[in-house]
């Protein structure tokens, strides 16, 4: 250890920095998600997804909850990368995988299951022998936040977890999905600090929404499409509906070169028809 480091140690997984200073120097997803799910720099989530640990919903009594930071699921290869809000407080909270043990997820992976891209059409519990194929899931908050609304601190905070798994994640990267505006949101800073150039002004969220982030010094050409959030309020009123995700992803999964996905197209850069979700 030499002096500089003596002086400015590392932060504690308590500590607001900890995600700063851990997240960029990982080398392998395996390190990143190792990190992460140690991570308690916001005080606010660290309680309630431990509160929610203790007391459980009725119907998972018998389930000891994961309570943690919830990591990426997919191979590291995936070419196409899918990115939520955060875990829910009874699915990715309580099974410690994304999307995972509620109806959100099982929408999603329904949609992920015509397409070839899962194994299986629904997600139990972490196992139960899902896997992906070239498609990756995260979100840039890793911990189930109090009335599915994290703040623009805890965000941030969290942010750096975000950025380092794409950065890992790069060279094969094709294509993001984004479900739904805050994950929109939250994601347009980290592509641009990650090294993509974004068109001025920033790209609105919508449902069809199709952006080519162009390749830089730094990046390959990557796409971004937009999604409403298979939420249960979405998928019930009919917001969202299956063939409308499906669409999506198959647009993705064509850009992502799994497969020759055929039907509906999304075309980059057109109006947005759907502006909210």
């Known amino acids: ?50 509160e929610v640990a203790q007391v459980r919903r009725a119907a998972f009594q018998d389930w000891d909850y994961w309570a943690r930071p919830v ?36 929408f999603l992976f329904q949609a992920l299951h015509t397409l070839g891209l899962a194994s299986q059409p629904t997600s139990d519990h972490a196992g139960d022998g899902l896997t992906l194929h070239g498609v990756r899931l995260t979100s840039p908050v890793h911990c189930a936040p109090p009335a599915n609304r994290p703040t623009p601190l805890e965000r941030d905070t969290c942010r750096s977890w975000l950025a380092a798994e794409l950065d890992l994640l790069s ?64 998928t019930f009123t009919g917001r969202l509906t299956m063939p409308m995700l499906v669409d999506v992803l198959r647009e993705a999964a064509g850009i992502g070169g799994l497969g020759q996905p055929s039907g509906h197209t999304c075309r980059p850069e057109r109006p947005a028809r759907h502006p909210e979700g």
């Not at 997803?29 to 309630?48: F, I, K, M, N, Q």
């Open 1 to 50: 250890m030499d002096e500089a480091e003596a002086e400015d140690p590392a932060p504690g997984a308590d500590d607001r920095g900890f995600p700063a200073y851990h997240a960029p120097r990982c080398s392998g997803l395996g390190e990143l998600d190792s990190l992460l799910t140690g991570c308690r720099a916001c005080p606010r989530l660290v309680a309630w997804r431990e």
């Open 71 to 106: 990591p990426g699921f997919g191979p590291p290869d995936a070419t196409v990368v899918v990115v939520g809000l955060a875990p829910a407080a009874h699915g990715g909270n309580r099974t410690g995988r994304m999307f995972t043990g509620d109806a959100t997820g099982d």
């Open 171 to 234: 060279p094969g990267l094709r294509a993001v999905v984004v479900l739904g505006g805050f994950g929109w949101q939250a994601l347009l800073p980290v592509l641009a600090e990650a090294g993509w150039r974004l068109p001025r002004p920033r790209p609105a969220f919508g449902h069809g929404a199709h952006v080519v982030l162009p390749a830089t010094e730094r990046r390959q050409e990557v796409h971004l499409l937009g999604s409403y959030h298979p939420s249960q309020r979405n």
